[in-house]
């Protein structure tokens, strides 16, 4: 008896499997809409490409022509067949096509291409549900293309391996349950389609092939592989293990049976798809236009194709794609090589699966002669993309494989286990699949958020109100470590954005650390919040808090350098938008944050002894040092200051000699260090030296007072001694 005779059949229906596909339909579904809810509409492969293609058949209702004029409409209408756009365009009918297709382009994110941002699109606030539901309806078209692929691969599992439902629910998770599928499943594209149309017509032939099917069986796997051509061409490629399951139908059956079986799936190949191929073939010579493709689309191919030793060395990227990499974000480290051990071991243990191919009683030896050779012509094909083709180095390519994949993995991973242990392994395999779906829709909702409103924040450490010309205002500044740094080390700032009404341009923030010398010790040019929220963005009333870390090079010399920043149009850093008061009076391009003081690596250490003096807001006296001049008389004092809080507004310090009336013989104000250390820029343990001094008779002088006071004039408090309300006496003529 061969290996085939029982596949297919059950010996006792279990209709809990019934359940169990209930389940993981609800487990998809559920990841479906969470990835869906984190991710912008527009977001994915050549989202905005395979949206722009829907919408011209949703327009126009016609065919294209591989033509230049063609490419400005989408390239996607040169390289693909028509069935997932059509379906896509054609499901939103009755929504308007004018306001959907300028939503779309004005979505378009342009710092995408200068590498300043990871998002290709901008969530445009107020967008219209009108406007925004065709997007919408492309994704469902999308997800469903990733259901069919659940249900066909539970289909493809339970016909070689009928009684084995967890086996069957192991292969659909790690074909659906992968991040990088389910990132496909809610973005507009025919990826997920093209897996799914692959996966009907791997189910509809191996379900032809093993259950005794009479030759008209083949007709539904004939027209599965034409709607998989219809979908996408490299789906074709699928018709090679749908030969294999024929020829063991060929096995069971006979030739005739046989014959009969390839007649009716050819007659439904011709009858469905056959108008489209004879199409290419009419106009452009080709049943598969490649030539004309490249001709219209010079970019398809690589000028120089890589070698072989170039080619092979993608290999861990085409892998990680496989996994996790979203366009430009990537799946953290410790998930990619999770997921590449996950892989590794399920293929391994294909090697130790092959102890039960002779003695079983089901498909298991037709995931070696079908489904192996299935994926190796993927992965070959996935190579040569990446050896030819202009950014083919995308494993997600490889996901026409999926269902495929999810049986041998399946497969693989039981093999290291007796068979009394399958279910636990399988089971295992289930459970691994979620928390990686989970993680990627954690790294997904990380990277795509947009930022919170920072009104339930702290106010900023510094309040401001400036605004620009073109909406964007600032509204502080925060600190948290201080307005002071030493070379080498880095200085965290945290700005405040907010706009009253939507910004209509994509304007480029600028955050420059100038030296005193105007030489540039830190340059920022790009969008807020790392590249995630570029202007048109911005939400009107809501205050958002962008944090920097600002690296201070190690060569810098100590000095007081100056934060500033700006705005300019994205395409052109030349023109600065200018800083604005409220009536409309240009201020200036730019506007200066705050000094930053560059200090000696290690200064700020406290001083031992007591404190001369306490002010408000942290401020200490540490010494005083009376200076006299030729004469004997008080001609400048030495001061040391420290802080015991982190300040954020500048004090101006104030020297005076009195005689015995009070009377003032000399004053000196001055910010600390002739403003070289401004306040502003102290933070808690530093400890600033600091000389003042005089030239003005202070010959019958009777005391000396030190104090400090503030932008509006006001005297700083003293906290003790309590001798003076807002100033200490540091010296008397009478001594101490």
Not at 236 to 252: H, K, S
Not at 400 to 428: K, Y
Not at 682 to 695: I, P
């Amino acid at each position: 008896m061969n290996d085939t005779q029982h596949v297919g059949r059950s010996d006792a229906p279990d209709s809990r499997h019934r359940w169990v596909l209930a389940a993981a339909i609800a487990v998809y579904a559920l990841f479906v809409a969470a990835y869906a809810l984190v991710t912008p509409v527009f977001e994915g492969f050549d989202a905005q490409a395979h949206y722009a293609a829907a919408t011209f058949y949703r327009a126009e209702r016609r065919l294209p022509e591989l033509t230049p004029a063609t490419v400005a409409d989408s390239y996607e209408l040169i390289t693909q067949p028509p069935l997932y756009h059509a379906l896509a365009g054609l499901a939103a009918l009755g929504w308007p096509v004018e306001e959907a297709r300028s939503l779309a382009q004005e979505s378009t994110n342009l710092y995408f291409d200068k590498s300043l941002s990871y998002r290709q699109s901008v969530v445009l606030p107020g967008a219209s549900p009108a406007a925004l539901a065709p997007a919408w309806i492309a994704r469902f078209v999308s997800a469903l293309g990733g259901l069919l692929t659940l249900l066909c691969t539970w289909w493809l599992a339970r016909t070689l391996f009928p009684r084995r439902q967890w086996l069957a629910l192991a292969a659909v998770a790690v074909a659906v349950l992968n991040p990088q599928f389910l990132y496909t499943s809610v973005s507009i594209t025919n990826d997920a389609w093209s897996a799914g149309m692959a996966a009907l017509a791997l189910a509809t032939a191996a379900h032809a092939a093993l259950n005794g099917s009479s030759p008209r069986a083949w007709l539904w796997a004939g027209l599965a592989l034409a709607l998989a051509g219809l979908t996408k061409y490299s789906a074709l490629l699928v018709a090679v293990p749908m030969g294999i399951f024929w020829l063991a139908y060929w096995r069971r059956q006979g030739w005739r049976a046989a014959l009969s079986g390839a007649l009716w799936a050819a007659g439904a190949f011709v009858l469905i798809a056959g108008w489209w191929f004879a199409r290419n073939l009419w106009l452009y010579g080709e049943i598969v236009p490649f030539e004309r493709m490249a001709a219209v689309l010079p970019t398809m191919r690589r000028a120089i194709p890589y070698d072989l030793a170039r080619t092979l060395a993608h290999v861990p990227w085409l892998v990680a794609s496989f996994w996790g990499v979203f366009v430009a974000i990537i799946a953290p480290p410790w998930y990619l090589d999770a997921t590449r051990w996950l892989m590794i071991g399920g293929l391994a243990g294909l090697v130790p699966a092959l102890r039960f191919v002779r003695r079983a009683r089901d498909g298991l030896s037709l995931v070696y002669l079908a489904l192996l050779p299935w994926l190796a012509i993927v992965a070959l094909s996935v190579l040569y993309w990446t050896q030819t083709v202009e950014y083919g180095e995308q494993g997600r390519l490889a996901h026409i494989g999926a269902s495929a994949f999810g049986v041998t993995m399946a497969v693989g991973w039981a093999g290291w286990l007796p068979a009394r242990w399958r279910s636990l392994a399988h089971g295992l395999l289930v459970a691994a699949m979620i928390a990686a779906a989970a993680a990627g829709f954690v790294v997904l909702r990380n990277a795509f958020a947009l930022p919170p409103a920072a009104s339930a924040m702290a106010a900023p450490q510094r309040a401001l109100d400036a605004r620009f010309d073109g909406g964007m205002r600032v509204a502080g500044v925060d600190f948290p470590a201080g307005a002071a740094v030493a070379p080498g080390s880095t200085l965290p700032v945290t700005l405040y954005f907010t706009t009253d009404a939507p910004i209509a341009e994509d304007y480029t923030l600028f955050l420059h650390l100038a030296g005193e010398s105007d030489d540039l010790l830190y340059q920022f040019d790009g969008v807020a919040q790392a590249g995630r929220h570029p202007t048109r963005q911005w939400v009107p009333g809501m205050l958002f808090a962008d944090r920097y870390d600002i690296p201070i090079p190690a060569t810098a010399i100590p000095q007081l350098a100056t934060l500033s920043l700006g705005f300019y149009p994205a395409e052109d850093a030349n023109l600065r938008r200018p800083l604005i008061d409220a009536s409309g009076q240009v201020l200036g391009d730019r506007l200066v944050l705050a000094p930053v003081r560059i200090v000696e690596p290690g200064q700020g250490a406290p001083a031992a002894a007591p404190p001369l003096a306490r002010f408000d807001n942290g401020i200490t006296l540490l010494g005083a040092q009376l200076q006299s001049g030729d004469d004997g008389m008080p001609a400048g004092v030495s001061l040391i200051w420290g802080t015991t809080t982190t300040l954020h507004s500048d004090y101006t310090v104030f020297v005076q000699v009195l005689d015995a009336e009070n009377r003032i013989l000399a004053q000196v104000d001055q910010q600390p260090q002739e403003g070289q250390s401004p306040t502003s820029t102290w933070r808690a343990g530093d400890v600033v030296q600091d000389a003042v001094a005089w030239t003005a008779d202070t010959s019958g002088w009777a005391r000396v007072i030190v104090g400090l006071y503030g932008a509006d004039g006001v005297r700083l408090g003293v906290v003790e001694p309590v001798t003076l309300p807002d100033a200490v006496q540091i010296a008397t003529a009478s001594g101490p």
